[in-house]
């Protein structure tokens, strides 16, 4: 198991960027692919950003492709979701995820069994 927990977000105007950064504590976190998942209001936690265990390999959800960018630093146990031009769609809560699957990453929301508190991103108009 990884203890995760998020930071970062807050208000931003559409257009503007912000960094979210996600702890994690455990000695063995390098065998964690590791994600982030947002969930707006009224709607079910989907995938955004998902990143390998050498932080080689990403993929993203298609409407945040070429928007952000997602990082990880295994020496300091530390992932990040960079997102620029946010829009107003983009308002959620942002959670950092890590899963314990033999894969390069995965998208798919119930393979992840260990999940952050969850940050607040609100974008305005």
């Known amino acids: 198991q990884v203890q995760l927990v998020e930071s970062g977000g807050g208000l931003v105007q559409a257009g503007g960027s912000l960094r979210l950064s996600c702890a994690a504590s455990?000695?063995?976190?390098?065998?964690?692919?590791m994600a982030w998942f947002r969930q707006a209001p009224g709607k079910e936690r989907e995938f955004v950003a998902a990143?390998?265990?050498?932080?080689?390999?990403?993929g993203y959800a298609d409407s945040v492709k070429g928007r952000f960018t997602i990082s990880r630093d295994n020496a300091k146990n530390m992932v990040y979701l960079q997102m620029n031009s946010l829009k107003p769609a983009d308002t959620a809560v942002y959670y950092c995820?890590?899963?314990?699957?033999?894969?390069?990453?995965?998208?798919?929301?119930?393979?992840?069994?260990?999940w952050g508190q969850g940050t607040q991103v609100p974008v305005s108009s």
């Open positions: 995820a890590a899963t314990q699957r033999l894969t390069t990453y995965t998208s798919n929301r119930d393979d992840y069994n260990n």
């Open positions: 455990g000695r063995t976190f390098t065998s964690y692919p």
């Open positions: 990143i390998s265990r050498s932080g080689t390999i990403t």
